[in-house]
């Protein structure tokens, strides 16, 4: 008896080894499982994540980040399309394959870029109104491609950009994700569908409708609620509210349809009088003004600077595609073109009058579809001015003429046309003398006289034609 129980004795004890020996087992398995997991989290998470309005990015080009410090660099080519937007390379307009230019498309705006420029151009869909941003740095080539920061990104895009180092995460909202998440989180006000309007959202401001009055009364009142300060700032009662993101203020219109402008403080900067207001100038914030039917312009404080005494400001840029004018309102920086009773003068940005309101009109528009039409000549900063003589018995003819950015004469209204033609991808502005019918390159006339004040009519044959056709 005495064996059999020892026998069992020693069964148990290895039976409990067994169950001991599994335990410690499964408690190591365990404890590595752990030590595992934690090693797969830790490596995952410094695995790095990329996404677009809060869905992850797979599959993306090793090329699309480059990273330099704090800076993050992005390739214009490869964000476009993540970002619903076309790439185009070469110059907006310009109809050129150039690989140190490029623009992004969507429906609702255009903007350009270019090598080692810190200065981009926004322009809305459809129109020709540029608009210039300073961005944080340059426009760099990298990879054989454009690159530009995240900060420049987020003003180019209208986005916004947050890159978390620690977790080796960039995120991108564009301005379609906020205006979606504060469409569904505000009860009181709908957000305002106008594409600049909404814009404001990424200044953590707000256009808003106010929807009670508009189902009770049928007509639609608008006002802007501070993001950041969470109350509203402009009231709830203008007929239309007109976000300008270079300056971060808005143009609205009252009840009695008239237009002032409101900062984004809330404080009224120009008092509503006017039947329009239209930016003009982003860097020295001109406005351009209109009451019945006359126009001028306005300085950043309100202050006129041209009185609305002019039937028309600014030059129709369409009719001078090859231009590239920048702003029809405002050339070469320094002249505004104004028309009064169809003579044609130009102000300087300080309001002073430094090209006589005497001529008939801005710019030559080429007949020939040899030639193309000019405006503005670029490498003299010159502007094509126009005056009507009559000659041959009452038989009227328009000579063209050259002025510089600041007013002054570089060739006198002698011209029969001025034009530019392409040669080897280049522009090449030539001029006709109306009495020979000679050729002349207009860059390289204009610097063989540019130390010439006051130039000789009886030595120079363009200066000449006018003692001819006035006489």
């Known amino acids: 008896m005495e064996l059999i129980g020892t026998n ?81 390379q070469g110059g907006y307009k310009e109809y050129t394959e150039e690989t140190d230019k490029c623009y992004l498309e969507n429906e609702n705006e255009i903007c350009t870029f270019e090598k080692e420029s810190n200065i981009i151009y926004k322009i809305p869909a459809n129109t020709l109104d540029y608009t210039n941003f300073e961005i944080d740095e340059q426009i760099k080539i990298i990879n054989n491609k454009l690159y530009i920061t995240s900060e420049g990104l987020c003003t180019a895009c209208n986005l916004k950009f947050y890159r978390d180092i620690e977790k080796n995460t960039i995120s991108i909202y ?32 707000m256009v808003i409708q106010n929807i009670e009055n508009t189902q009770r009364t049928n007509n639609a ?17 203008y007929t239309e509210i007109e976000f300008v993101e ?48 006359k126009q001028g312009v306005l300085e950043r404080n309100g202050k006129i ?18 231009n590239d004018i920048k702003n029809s309102y405002l050339l070469f920086n320094n002249l505004i073109p104004v028309m009064q009773n169809n003579k044609w003068g130009m102000f300087d940005v300080k309001g ?23 405006l503005i000549i670029p490498n003299v900063k010159g502007i094509v001015i126009a005056k009507n003589y009559t000659v041959e018995e009452r038989k009227q003819i328009t000579l063209y003429g050259i002025i510089n950015y600041l007013g ?18 280049r522009k090449e502005y030539g001029m006709v003398d109306y009495t020979s019918q000679e050729k002349f390159n207009v860059i390289d006339w204009i610097n063989e006289n540019k130390d010439i004040d006051n130039l000789n009519e009886e030595e120079t044959d363009t200066n000449a034609i006018v003692n001819t056709v006035e006489d």
């Not at 009142?221 to 009662?237: A, D, H, W």
């Not at 600077?305 to 090859?322: A, T």
């Not at 002073?352 to 000019?374: F, M």
């Open 174 to 205: 564009t301005l379609s994700y906020f205006v979606d998440y504060y469409t569904k989180n505000n009860q009181y006000s709908a957000v305002s569908t106008n594409f600049n309007n909404q814009k404001a959202l990424l200044y953590d401001l």
């Open 408 to 425: 002054k004469e570089l060739v006198r209204p002698a011209l029969q046309s001025v034009y530019y033609t392409i040669s080897n991808g």
């Open 246 to 293: 270079s300056t971060q203020e808005f143009i609205v219109r009252t009840p009695e349809n008239k237009v002032g402008i409101i900062t984004s403080d809330g404080e009224t900067k120009v008092q509503p009088q006017y039947d329009s207001l239209k930016q003009i100038d982003k860097d020295l914030n001109l406005y351009l003004a209109t009451s019945g039917k």
């Open 305 to 322: 600077l041209i009185y609305l005494e002019y039937d028309q400001i600014g030059v129709d840029s369409k009719k001078f595609p090859g």
């Open 352 to 374: 002073n009058l430094v090209v006589p309101i005497e001529y008939d009109g801005v710019g030559c528009v080429s007949k020939d579809s040899n030639n193309n039409s000019v």
């Open 221 to 237: 009142l608008f006002g802007v609620y501070s993001l950041s300060q969470k109350q509203e700032i402009v009231g709830e009662k």
């Open 8 to 88: 069992q004795e020693n069964k148990d004890k290895k039976t409990k080894k067994i169950i001991i020996g599994i335990t410690i087992a499964i408690v190591v398995l365990l404890i590595i499982s752990i030590i595992l997991y934690g090693i797969i989290y830790y490596l995952t998470q410094k695995l790095f994540k990329f996404n677009i309005n809060g869905e992850p990015v797979s599959n993306i080009s090793n090329e699309l980040f480059v990273y330099s410090g704090d800076k993050v660099f992005i390739s214009l080519k490869d964000i476009a399309p993540l970002i619903k937007y076309t790439y185009n």
